[in-house]
């Protein structure tokens, strides 16, 4: 039976995006994004809707159906996002009973599916129907509070809590903020991410996990990554 992984977050820029293209990579999952930005997944893997005459994600809501996956190389495959997800939000509901009806034609153990920042319905849907729910934060007073804001409103949901951008030295206050919040909300808390800085330069569309071999400056990223596929494989929601 198919499982599938929502990434999540009510705070944009931190690095949900990323997260959700290596971890649909390393799971061998397809990565569905109903995060309708350009900067969200589906831009970043190299798919341009300007250049499509069809709109995969929302032909398959419309008509409920199981969309066809782009084919990715060195990557996840793909249901694109479309910006006028905007205007068309799905219900949570609908969202839901999509993914879960796709991820079992499809017939992969996992499913990645990237969010639109914030609780919005398609984001609540994606959670609803998730497995686990992975919340990328930074050790950073907004993220931290916008995190304490999605617990307080989802803390029922089966959440882990992934560290992100963690600099070699994590700021001690946020840090025990962190603990705080997740004895308080009873959530989980992933080994972190370090900071990579060799990621903004990147031109190279195919996931870093991709890379063989692995570089060396990039090598600590892609093992912390590899540490939260292993939690993701293992989470055990009892």
């Known amino acids: 039976m198919s499982k599938i992984v929502t990434i999540a977050a ?3 820029g931190v690095g949900k995006t990323t997260l959700a293209l290596e971890l649909a990579y390393l799971l061998d999952a397809p990565l569905v994004d109903v995060d309708w930005d350009r900067g969200g997944a589906t831009r970043r893997w ?3 809707h300007e250049d499509r005459i069809r709109a995969p994600l929302l032909d398959a809501l419309a008509h409920q159906r199981t969309p066809r996956l782009v084919r990715g190389h060195g990557k996840a495959d793909l249901v694109p996002s479309h910006p006028e997800l905007a205007l068309a939000q799905p219900s949570g509901e609908d969202i839901a009973t999509a993914l879960e009806k796709w991820a079992g034609e499809w017939g992969r153990p996992w499913v990645v599916v990237d969010t639109h920042p914030g609780g919005v319905s398609s984001t609540f849907g994606a959670m609803n129907a998730a497995t686990v729910v992975l919340v990328p934060i930074q050790l950073a007073t907004n993220s931290l509070n916008a ?3 999605m ?3 989802a803390a029922d949901y089966p959440i882990v809590v992934v560290p992100n951008m963690v600099p070699t030295v994590p700021p001690a206050p946020a840090v025990r903020r962190l603990r705080e919040l997740a004895e308080r909300y009873q959530v989980r808390v992933a080994q ?3 900071t990579c ?3 903004p330069n990147r ?3 195919m996931a870093v996990a991709a890379l063989d071999p692995t570089p060396a400056r990039l090598a600590r990223y892609v093992d912390e990554l590899r540490g939260v596929a292993e939690v993701v494989k293992n989470y055990d929601a009892r």
């Open 10 to 12: 009510y705070k944009g």
């Open 46 to 48: 190299g798919y341009r």
């Open 147 to 149: 995190l304490e804001g």
């Open 151 to 153: 617990l307080e409103e």
């Open 192 to 194: 972190p991410v370090s």
């Open 197 to 199: 800085v060799a990621l």
């Open 203 to 205: 031109q190279q569309r």
